[in-house]
């Protein structure tokens, strides 16, 4: 099983709203990472986490906050965001850093 | 010069070719390459993985690596439509970053 789920699968959120995007995995990977895609785009690396440690954050604006609560779950908070954040948001895992990734569906987010 | 070239297509081939893929890097220090698969608005699913120099076959998909050239392809054999897509082709070295390609759009016409 190398299944990766991200909820919800849509979000449509105002500039001052306040949400949070989920990602589980249960095949034991002890690394994951938030991405973000524009349209025609390939996927950019927002944050990194190794063994429930943030260990890259490639310079993302604050607000988009992630949380790793436990080493199956991945969070990514949203607050104050642009329309231009607008775009799916990729949640992937690994067994560890340097492993082959398994995506998730993503999280198609648009900012009102 | 970018760290992975890839040629953003689209490729339109007839279905039942051989459709062959193709990325160039700089970094000699890329040791894993991969190649993944994403349909419309869905996310990349992984096809193939490896590591360092060599083939690698997985049914229809077949994976090179020439590390000396710095040239990585995937073949995909009996191309079916279900095949359209657009491919990533992705690498890294030893941390925790992989770099992508900027993707092939693949039709297959039938």
């Known amino acids: 099983d190398t299944e990766v789920t991200q909820t919800p699968k849509h979000l449509v959120m105002g500039m001052t709203n306040k949400k949070s995007l989920k990602c589980e995995q249960h095949?034991?990977?002890?690394?994951m990472y938030w991405y973000k895609q524009k349209a025609k785009k390939p996927p950019e690396l927002m944050f990194v986490?190794?063994?429930?440690?943030?260990?890259i954050n490639e310079s993302v604006p604050s607000r988009f906050s992630p949380e790793c609560p436990n080493s199956s779950l991945l969070n990514l908070h949203l607050h104050a965001l642009q329309p231009e954040d607008s775009a799916l948001y990729l949640c992937a895992s690994s067994q560890d850093p340097i492993n082959e990734q398994y995506f998730g569906p993503g999280t198609r987010l648009t900012v009102t | 010069q970018k760290e992975v070239e890839q040629d953003p297509g689209p490729l339109s081939v007839p279905e039942g070719a051989i459709v062959s893929l193709n990325c160039t890097y700089s970094n000699s220090a890329f040791q894993y390459f991969m190649w993944y698969r994403q349909y419309s608005r869905k996310g990349p699913e992984l096809l193939m993985y490896?590591?360092?120099?060599g083939n690698k076959e997985d049914g229809r998909f077949t994976a090179q690596v020439d590390k000396s050239s710095k040239y990585i392809s995937l073949f995909i054999r009996d191309s079916q439509p279900s095949d359209s897509a657009t491919y990533l082709c992705?690498?890294?070295?030893?941390?925790?970053?992989?770099?992508f390609g900027k993707g092939t759009r693949l039709h297959i016409l039938p």
């Open positions: 490896t590591y360092s120099s």
């Open positions: 986490y190794s063994y429930e440690k943030l260990s």
């Open positions: 992705a690498m890294s070295d030893r941390d925790d970053k992989i770099i």
């Open positions: 095949m034991g990977h002890r690394a």
